[in-house]
């Protein structure tokens, strides 16, 4: 980026809160996803004004722009696919109201999700949507994600948590909507925005509803010798209309990953496990932790272990939190996929995946949300070569389709990005993609904020990068 | 009707069957709109012939409504131009129902009681109750953006929708979402949808997930003093554990409302037993579901609550009475619902207001419809729901000239005072002659040239339902 506009964004955000250098933007090249982008500069607003002012001066020199929280995403939402300017708000941190009372809080977009939960914590109340990378990812990047989490199976995703937004349009111009009352007049704009992928507008304030702690939290543990009774167990509690907080499954090669790594006391020679939350109130959650622990057992778990303490809750869930981290130190990259399918195809979908596995030569494992059939499989390989990296992209293509085939979807967390955009054909017409895209063009014209993400671009998979240990350090899912 | 529209209208006989095709006045006439019937009313069996009818409507610019059942119509604006009614309950199929996976998805001429049916031979319910159940569909309750009391435990639509399929105004079958419970592919183009009076786009198909039919649910009713009561029992409630399927204040000019509505004026609603409501006192009616030591548990606490903020009375419902618990429980929830349809028969000139607070508010902004009310002498009648949505029906005893200045008065200060309080208000029905001088949609905001541009997204030449919304969209 050249000198004179350099200057003016220096001048905008202070000199000290823009990067240029080669060697300074390195981290920013990246996200949790195996894409790769550089942007030509990177910009740290401290206050809406400045994003407002970033965002007429980026409009009047028709340079790219893309919003960035954590940039612990998985799709390359918040990489510059297109170069330009990567806004990060990690200086925009604060928690700007708390409404304990009516059981809300205004925050700025880089408020990391954990510490907002850790900080209504004393008032008994937290935000509710949990994903796995909450200790370092943004309530902003959680809002332009639609973000969710394990717990999300009984509490809802980020959507279900915002009720109004403060943002800044492509245009320039600074817009509230959604209202801290129910049903905001009007069309639901708020209901757009949040998981619009960064696309329509840059996020500068954010209306959380907080959610009551639960009296009481159950963890189960249940055990299989077969992954299909853990797939039928989860199938089975569905449509007993048993709903747990949240039902997380791995499998017998997750397991063995994560205990080697997190000593979650884990089974080691198990086919699978269902780590499961119920909770509520005393009676409720004593009750509902019986009845999971029935339909276990009526589907041959081996064991069923009842956490017995909250010490020995955490670590179990400090397992499920730090999988991904885990399976990076067996293999130095790895691809996820995120597709989500019928509950009551988890049993014939897991099946599948195995002899996708077997056909393409690559090892599968599967940690991820049962209950709410949000599917991780996980391609490990060697990025230096080709032919595995090939093989694993295939294999996870094919996964994908499955998913879609059996009525499923091809992101149930992640978000489409720069890293699903070609698969997007499998989900929509032309029509309805052309229909989306008008929809951006009104908020975003020239698509001029956060180019070339969501929808195809004409190009083969061949472009997609990899990198070795590029996930070594993400807790994802 | 002009001989230009007839001429123009009898080249829908291409599209549209003949048994599909309405003209016969008598029948335009229940369409109506504000007293404006259009020139033809279609009955379409397929998203298909939809999509030609609003290419068509499109090229002649003529302007269509969507409507299922019509019990909602009259909310809104009328519009400013209304020549083709678009009836959808032809399209009342159940297109995929997989229990197992609790996922559905209709069609949105559906009647929601047929759904409700279905649901319930599995074990399973849809929280989407409206009200004009008995008639309403699917389409029309999500269209209209109306509520029910369930909200309290299960969120509105907007929670539990998981995709659409629809028509655009320009003739575009487009989609949002999908048929499984978690999505983040596109935009989540249903979202502006849910309330938009059909000014969007005509919806073809509707996903959503289902829920486990609650086993066992206790009715409780508690009666207090004054308003301020009753909302610090709300209060009490929120910040305690409790997690209540319904929690409603009910004002006594609505109890006296509904204890005065029969199931000779509601077909097939069974009449409210004595003891539930309190004409003179403000009653808390909430109920929970769970097994016996739940149901136990939560009575206990409520009862302390209730005591605690000044009950003068605290009841399970049914308790001592013959009548089951369910049937008397269902009873009064089955009037919780139907308030509007109740209070609309009450009075010529009957005016529904729904004000938005934050939940902590109520209290205070049933205090700003006492004062506004005051002067006028003009009788209320309210009903809050426990998560920050009250609906107050005001009525006058005449549809006159002065009831309408008393009304204009009274909701102007609604407005501003919600707006105070961190919400907003608006004018769900009136009488029609009125809608011009009530501001029904409330103050504008800085998001309507938001809304605008989703507006000319969906319906480039403003055919859909023009006027209607917020603003005259």
């Keep these: 980026m050249d000198a004179r506009l350099l200057a003016e964004l220096q001048k905008i955000v202070g000199a000290g809160n823009v990067l240029h250098k080669a060697e300074d933007m390195l981290l920013y090249e990246y996200d949790g996803s195996v894409e790769i982008a550089r942007p030509d500069c990177v910009v740290f607003p401290a206050s809406t004004e400045q994003v407002v002012a970033v965002v007429a001066f980026a409009k009047r020199e028709q340079i790219p722009l893309v919003g960035r929280g954590a940039g612990t995403g998985l799709s390359g939402g918040a990489l510059a696919r297109h170069g330009g300017i990567l806004t990060v708000f990690s200086k925009m941190n604060r928690i700007l109201k708390l409404d304990a009372e009516n059981q809300q809080a205004v925050v700025q977009p880089g408020v990391v999700n954990a510490d907002l939960s850790a900080a209504v914590a004393h008032l008994g109340l937290h935000f509710a949507p949990d994903p796995s990378s909450q200790k370092a990812c943004t309530i902003g990047g959680n809002v332009s994600e639609n973000s969710g989490g394990p717990h999300t199976l009984a509490y809802g995703v980020t959507t279900n948590h915002v009720l109004a937004l403060q943002a800044v349009l492509p245009t320039g111009e600074l817009v509230r909507i959604g209202s801290s009352a129910p049903d905001t007049t009007g069309y639901d704009l708020a209901g757009l925005f949040v998981g619009s992928e960064g696309t329509l507008a840059l996020i500068t304030e954010i209306t959380v509803k907080l959610t009551r702690l639960p009296e009481e939290t159950k963890t189960l543990l249940a055990i299989f010798d077969r992954v299909e009774d853990a797939t039928e167990a989860v199938a089975d509690m569905t449509a007993r209309g048993v709903t747990p907080a949240a039902c997380e499954m791995l499998d017998g090669w997750s397991l063995r990953a994560v205990e080697a790594y997190v000593h979650a006391g884990y089974p080691t020679d198990a086919a699978a496990v269902l780590l499961i939350d119920v909770d509520g109130l005393r009676e409720a959650a004593a009750a509902q932790s019986e009845q999971v622990a029935e339909v276990c057992s009526a589907h041959h778990a081996r064991e069923v272990r009842v956490a017995k303490d909250s010490k020995e809750r955490d670590l179990l869930w400090k397992g499920r939190k730090n999988a991904f981290a885990a399976v990076g130190r067996i293999s130095p990259s790895y691809y996820v996929q995120d597709g989500v399918i019928p509950r009551t195809k988890l049993p014939a979908t897991l099946r599948r995946i195995e002899e996708i596995g077997n056909k393409y030569g690559v090892a599968i494992g599967n940690i991820f949300h049962a209950g709410d059939g949000n599917l991780h499989p996980i391609v490990p390989f060697d990025a230096r070569d080709k032919e595995q990296f090939r093989r694993a992209v295939a294999a996870s293509d094919e996964i994908i389709e499955f998913c879609v085939s059996v009525g499923g979807t091809i992101t149930g967390e992640h978000g489409v990005g720069m890293e699903k955009d070609r698969l997007m054909p499998l989900m929509f017409s032309e029509a309805e993609l052309d229909f989306m895209k008008r929809v951006r063009e009104a908020y975003n014209p020239g698509g001029l904020l956060n180019p070339e993400k969501i929808f195809p671009v004409s190009k083969g998979c061949g472009e997609i990068h990899s990198r070795p240990g590029s996930r070594s350090e993400a807790s994802l899912g | ?473």
């Design chain 2, 1 to 473: 009707m002009s001989t230009r529209t007839d001429s123009v209208l009898a080249q829908l006989e291409s599209i549209v069957d003949a048994g599909a095709r309405i003209t016969a006045p008598e029948k335009l006439s229940g369409y109506a709109i504000g007293g404006v019937s259009p020139a033809i009313a279609l009955q379409p069996s397929s998203a298909q012939e939809i999509i030609e009818i609003v290419k068509f409507a499109a090229a002649e610019n003529l302007a269509i409504v969507p409507c299922g059942a019509r019990t909602k119509l009259e909310m809104g604006l009328p519009p400013r131009k209304y020549d083709i009614a678009l009836d959808l309950t032809r399209m009342d199929r159940i297109v995929a129902y997989d229990p197992g996976d609790l996922t559905l998805s209709v069609e949105p001429g559906i009647l929601l009681r047929n759904l409700h049916q279905e649901l319930g031979k599995h074990s399973q319910a849809l929280p989407i109750g409206a009200p004009f159940m008995t008639r309403a569909t699917v389409g029309g309750t999500i269209a209209s953006g109306v509520d029910n009391p369930m909200r309290q435990f299960y969120g509105t639509v907007r929670d539990f929708i998981l995709g659409v399929e629809f028509v655009t105004g320009d003739g575009v079958l487009g989609k949002s979402g999908g048929c499984v419970v978690k999505n983040v592919t596109g935009y989540d183009l249903h979202k502006p949808m849910i309330g938009s009076l059909g000014t969007l786009g005509i919806l073809t198909k509707i996903n959503f997930r289902t829920f486990p039919a609650p086993q066992s649910i206790r009715g409780f009713t508690a009666f207090f003093s004054n308003a301020q009561e009753a909302a610090a029992c709300r209060d009490a409630m929120a910040s305690s554990p409790l997690r209540p399927l319904l929690f409603e204040i009910v004002s006594p000019g609505a109890a006296k409302l509904i204890e005065s509505s029969t199931s000779a004026t509601f077909p097939g609603a069974p009449n409210v037993p004595p003891g539930i409501l309190s004409a003179d006192s403000w009653t808390v009616l909430t109920c929970f579901t769970g097994g016996e030591p739940v149901l136990g548990r939560c009575e206990a606490e409520l009862r302390r609550m209730a005591e605690d903020c000044g009950a003068n009375a605290f009841a399970r419902i049914g308790a001592n009475g013959a009548v089951p618990e369910l049937v008397q429980a269902g009873a009064i929830f089955w009037r919780l619902r139907e308030f509007v349809p109740i209070a609309l028969e009450a009075s010529p000139a009957c005016t529904i207001t729904k004000i938005s607070v934050p939940p902590e508010q109520i209290d205070h902004a049933l205090a700003a419809v006492r004062h506004a009310t005051e002067d006028h002498s003009l009788p209320w009648a309210a009903m809050a729901r426990g998560v920050g949505v009250i609906y107050v029906a005001l009525l006058p005893t005449a549809r006159d000239e002065h009831a309408m200045k008393c009304v204009a008065e009274a909701t102007n200060r609604i407005h501003a005072d919600s707006e105070r309080l961190g919400g907003h208000a608006t004018i769900p029905w009136c009488p029609t002659e009125w809608k011009q001088s009530l501001n029904i949609w409330g103050p504008q905001h800085g998001d309507l040239a938001l809304m605008k541009k989703l507006k000319s997204v969906f319906d480039p030449r403003g055919i859909l339902a023009p006027g209607r919304f917020v603003a005259g969209i």
